[in-house]
């Protein structure tokens, strides 16, 4: 009787860990765009928030092509890499070969004509390519860069302009108007529905499906930490801080944002939230260069010291921070596991098929009847 009783208590007491573990609340920082010369001040300002981020890179500004103070990317890479955060992958170029009169290309030339986000994606082949060169000219920079654990580059993805997701079977969408034909999505002219979508933005679902099948998981984001307002002369003085911004990620939670984002351009109209995996999580796509005093406005004075503000106004309404390797828990031995958990185990999500207590030999891969690697 007593053996029942204890075994009794055991169980409860697993089950309510389970419960709580399935109620968290988890913020997934992720910067886009780098590694420039600010992502250095980044990675100081995340050190002592004791946090870690994910990078969603563009390998050009190592090389001097991507039209942003970048003569310490390399430095900043290494670094990265060093003080273990996630490196994923952003293409190599941002899509910017596509930016094109016919003659000029490139960062250079898109910034003056102000046309990134048009025609971005042409062909599929091609540009799938662009996020294979990412990972190569990494290791010409860092030729032990594989070696990193923390480096996702042939496993994490997103692709340039577009809240686009693969990351189960259900928890997937596409940014269907998130690159326009003709203007920029911005433009008062732009027009697009999920319904008549754009080229441009197909043949990125296209790239991500082509992405998803080579096992990336591709990631949009749920909120945007970005100017309140682009339009004036220094935008980066504009993001919100602390408690105003934890107060706009608690509007957003459990949401699927996605679906009803705006602008148009940020949207995920066919985004899919229903199997619990985006359950209690928010990721927040923000930029390196927001936080840089460079021609944007005064990035690095006034918006690195928000980070500590806002981690800690998180932490204290019960958030925690991971990064995106951990969207799913990895899995453990020794575990109960009931619905509907997920698990992550080496790159791969699984869900749940059986409910049961995990044993050292029973890894998501060899147990089939246990667990579903969610594709």
């Not at 997103?158 to 079977?169: A, D, F, I, K, Q």
Request: hydrophobic content about 40%; overall charge negative.
């Amino acid at each position: 009787m007593k053996l029942k009783s204890i075994a009794a208590a055991v169980g409860l007491c697993l089950a309510s860990l389970s419960v709580a573990h399935a109620s968290d609340k988890t913020i997934y920082l992720t910067f886009d765009d780098g590694p420039i010369d600010a992502t250095l001040g980044l990675l100081d300002a995340l050190k002592d928030a004791n946090i870690k981020a994910t990078f969603f890179i563009n390998a050009f500004h190592m090389y001097g092509e991507g039209d942003e103070n970048e003569a310490l990317a390399a430095v900043a890479l290494q670094r990265l890499l060093d003080d273990g955060h996630i490196l994923a992958n952003h293409s190599y170029d941002h899509m910017l070969h596509n930016c094109t009169d016919g003659v000029q290309s490139g960062a250079v030339y898109c910034n003056q004509v102000g046309l990134w986000p048009v025609k971005s994606y042409q062909d599929a082949a091609t540009d799938f390519t662009y996020f294979v060169t990412n990972t190569a000219k990494v290791v010409e920079i860092i030729p032990n860069a594989a070696s990193y654990p923390n480096n996702k580059m042939t496993k994490l993805a997103r692709l340039p302009y577009t809240n686009g997701w693969r990351v189960s079977s259900k928890l997937k969408g596409d940014g269907l108007c998130a690159t326009s034909d003709t203007v920029p999505p911005w433009d008062p002219a732009f027009a697009c529905t999920a319904e008549t979508s754009t080229n441009s933005s197909q043949v990125a679902v296209q790239i991500q499906n082509m992405l998803a099948e080579s096992d990336y998981k591709i990631f949009g984001w749920d909120f945007d930490w970005g100017p309140e307002d682009w339009g004036v002369a220094f935008p980066a003085e504009s993001m919100a801080d602390g408690v105003e911004l934890v107060d706009k990620i608690n509007q957003v939670i459990n949401t699927c944002a996605g679906t009803t984002m705006n602008p148009l351009n940020s949207r995920t109209q066919n985004l899919d939230c229903s199997d619990g995996l985006h359950d209690g999580k928010v990721v927040i796509l923000t930029h390196d260069f927001l936080f840089e005093n460079a021609h944007r406005g005064q990035g690095a004075t006034i918006n690195l010291p928000k980070i500590k503000r806002f981690v800690e106004e998180a932490q204290r309404q019960g958030y925690r921070f991971d990064t995106l390797d951990n969207y799913a828990p990895a899995w453990q031995d020794q575990h109960d596991y009931q619905q509907p958990d997920f698990v992550s185990y080496q790159d791969k999500i699984y869900s749940l098929v059986q409910a049961h207590f995990s044993q050292s030999n029973w890894q998501p891969n060899q147990t089939p009847a246990l667990w579903k690697n969610e594709k």
